[in-house]
């Protein structure tokens, strides 16, 4: 069947460690789409990309890079420098931009700072 | 600025009764907007969507109507069942064409 798989669904990291973040989609899907969710919160953009090898910030992207090498995969780095990194994570892909139609979310991982 | 916000951050509703989640939106040049359902550990599902150009779209038992005068948007879920009880969120397609969020809506469905 055709989706979004993220993985890990639960991540725990040490203070001052990078990770990674694994979003791949098979929908054949263009743009692709990082969501930070806090407690009660809505969600906020990371970073997105419309096209492979191209990718742009979105509200949120301090502390956060990510490489759009092939069209399925859209990994995700939380890096030291993000001050407060437990959240929940959630990738997305649409057929092309936002105004094209419904995002397609994944399960979301959620990373948790020891 | 920007910005997308809900009336009441929580319902609760009888099983079989129509509930309705309201949401406001600032930016007067907004012209798509999204509903998505989101369950307790999962991501958000979409469930409808409407174009400025319409004040009124139905699915299957959901509707959402838009008022573009008052910026205001709603979803109307008719004979709620226990499914429904998530986090319902809006999204709006914002000036710099990026969807941006709400806060979201907790459905609470009473048996």
């Known amino acids: 069947d055709g989706g979004i798989t993220q993985s890990p669904k639960y991540l725990f990291r040490k203070e001052g460690q990078n990770v990674t973040l694994s979003c791949e989609q098979n929908?054949?899907?263009?743009?692709m789409y990082w969501y930070r969710q806090d407690p009660g919160q809505g969600l906020r953009l990371i970073y997105y990309?419309?096209?492979?090898?191209?990718?742009q910030k979105g509200d949120i992207a301090e502390g956060y890079s990510v490489s759009r090498e092939k069209k399925e995969s859209f990994p995700l780095t939380v890096t030291s420098a993000q001050k407060n990194p437990t959240a929940f994570y959630l990738c997305?892909?649409?057929?092309?931009?936002?105004?094209?139609?419904?995002?397609?979310f994944g399960e979301g991982s959620r990373l948790t700072v020891l | 600025g920007e910005s997308v916000g809900l009336h009441l951050p929580t319902l609760s509703v009888q099983e079989g009764d129509n509930s309705i989640i309201n949401c406001a939106y600032s930016?007067?040049?907004?012209?798509?907007f999204i509903w998505y359902k989101q369950e307790s550990g999962k991501g958000p599902q979409f469930i409808i969507d409407?174009?400025?150009?319409?004040d009124k779209r139905q699915g299957q038992r959901v509707t959402v109507l838009l008022n573009k005068t008052v910026k205001h948007l709603s979803l109307q879920i008719a004979a709620t069942q226990p499914g429904d009880s998530a986090v319902y969120f809006c999204?709006?397609?914002?000036?710099?064409?990026?969807?941006?969020f709400g806060q979201g809506t907790r459905l609470t469905i009473n048996p």
């Open positions: 997305a892909s649409s057929r092309r931009g936002f105004n094209t139609g419904e995002l397609f």
């Open positions: 930016n007067s040049a907004s012209d798509y």
């Open positions: 929908l054949n899907h263009d743009a």
């Open positions: 990309s419309q096209i492979v090898n191209d990718f």
């Open positions: 999204a709006e397609l914002g000036g710099a064409q990026k969807l941006v």
């Open positions: 409407i174009r400025s150009n319409m």
